[in-house]
């Protein structure tokens, strides 16, 4: 399995990176699979860097704010109007109401909406798409949110989308190789609750889920991310990184 970071600024789309979007490739049966974990404001653009966005083979959405599935109307318009014709359908899971909510963004009646573009499913039972299982574990959010757990070959890729503390989080993240974490808040400041992640509460999640490496993600352009990535270091002595717009992470099947 392989990571590239497509996308990782928070909230919105900073200077140096798209908003939130992960490629995941994996070869299988005699091809390479793709997935891509959120598609968020900017995201489809950088995409072409790294691959043929046509090749991808599923979207799995953590959420439904604009920074985190909102270049879903640009795709849509991309495998819908392509020069080589119409594209295959492709399968996106996310919340329910995940159809609507994109088809309102682009303006389109809810029906077909991007139904005949996209085979829309809401999160529920694990997913096998390919060499991947991706199993969606409900956390904390003003809307309906999810993280993420990946596995693949035998290695464990854990991303939290966005969310504030809570024990869901240590379920998804558990004895994961990688630990993709949003840390989108500062400690000692006067945070929301059941919003964000600090990069202190970052590392102590890590910590605590005996996490093998950890990725600090989803950092606002208005933060100094050096300042999360102290806080994580206080508390989490493995491997510990800032994501960048594309990086690449290598995971050896076991």
């Known amino acids: 399995m392989r990571l590239t ?10 200077p140096d990176s798209p908003a939130s979007c992960y490629l995941l490739e994996a070869d299988h049966e005699g091809r390479t699979w793709r997935v891509l974990l959120d598609l968020g404001s900017g995201a489809l653009g950088a995409l072409h860097r790294y691959v043929d966005p046509l090749t991808i ?45 994109v088809a309102r963004a682009y303006d389109l009646p809810l029906d077909p909406g991007m139904t005949e573009e996209f085979d829309f499913h809401v999160w529920g039972a694990p997913v096998q798409m390919g060499p991947f299982t991706v199993e969606a574990v409900e956390v904390v959010h003003p809307v309906p949110a999810f ?5 693949c070959g035998g290695r464990v890729l854990a991303y939290t989308g966005d969310s ?3 024990d869901a989080l240590g379920h998804a993240a558990r ?32 910590s605590s889920a005996g996490v093998r490496q950890l990725v600090l993600t989803h950092v606002p352009p ?19 990184a800032l994501a960048r717009a594309g990086d690449v992470y290598e995971f050896p099947a076991l």
């Open 5 to 14: 970071v497509v996308g990782c600024s928070g909230s919105y789309p900073g």
């Open 57 to 101: 083979d599923a979207v799995f959405l953590s959420h439904l704010h604009a920074d985190h599935c909102l270049d879903l109307c640009g795709y849509h318009v991309m495998r819908k109007y392509h020069p080589t014709g119409p594209q295959p359908r492709i399968g996106v899971w996310g919340p329910v109401g995940t159809a609507d909510r």
């Open 147 to 151: 993280s993420l757990r990946v596995t």
């Open 164 to 166: 504030g503390p809570c």
């Open 175 to 206: 004895g994961a190789d990688l630990l993709l974490a949003e840390a989108s808040f500062e400690e000692g400041t006067d945070n929301p609750a059941d919003l964000h992640l600090t990069g202190r509460e970052c590392g102590e999640l890590a």
């Open 222 to 240: 208005w933060h100094d991310p050096q300042v999360v990535l102290a806080e994580a270091k206080d508390v989490y002595d493995g491997p510990l």
